[in-house]
Each structure stands twice: as C-alpha cells, then as structure tokens.
C-alpha cells in the first residue's frame, strides 16, 4: 500500500512537511492517509503507542490482521509511513515496524 502513501503525498506535499505534530504541524498527513486507506480495508487505523490510546504513534499507523470486529486489538502491523519524520526532509515511506513495537496496538478511525 505504499502507492497510497506516495498518492497522498503527490497530493498533499505541503501535509507531509508539515507532519511533525511535536513542533506545531498538523495530523493532516496521517488523517488523509488512514483514510484514504480505510476506502480500501476498514481494517487500517491509527496506532496507539505501546497499547496506550491517548498516545498515537505520530507516523506510524496500524493493520488489524486478527479475526472480530475491527477496533482496539493488538492483533495487526504496524507500519511507518514517514521516512525522517521530524527531519528536514520528510518522504513517503513503508517500513513493518512491528516487532520493535512491542505491546502496539490500533484503535477505529478517527484519530
């Protein structure tokens, strides 16, 4: 689904580089994303980190792989979908980040 994430940045190029909500961006960049993801697969959705809902991952998002309804599981991938986020150079990117994210988990859209 890399594609989708390169399509919203073509779109939206001004989103990505200012997606780096810790120093006043927006969330703009990932709500286009998820959603733009979900009009695929409703099981794309925000990734909270280490299991904690008030923290979602700033630049990573979520797949509910598992059986059941969609909504708060640990069953899923997480996926980085921005490459030097916070840099000066951010891109579109598709990187499994789900090993490292021990305890992740994602939540239904919206954010």
């Known amino acids: 689904m890399l594609h989708v994430v390169e399509q919203v940045a073509r ?5 990505l580089a200012h997606s780096c909500q810790s120093h006043g961006g927006s969330w703009e960049f990932m709500d286009r994303v998820v959603a733009e993801l979900r009009r695929h697969d409703s099981r794309w959705a925000f990734n909270a980190k280490r299991g904690n809902y008030a923290d979602p991952s700033h630049d990573a998002i979520f797949y509910h792989w598992g059986a059941g309804p969609d909504g708060r599981t640990n069953e899923g991938y997480v996926v980085d979908i921005i490459v030097g986020h916070c840099g000066d150079n951010p891109a579109p990117g598709w990187i499994d980040v789900t090993e490292p ?3 992740a988990c994602g939540y239904l859209f919206p954010r």
């Open 11 to 15: 779109e939206h190029p001004e989103a």
């Open 101 to 103: 994210s021990h305890g």
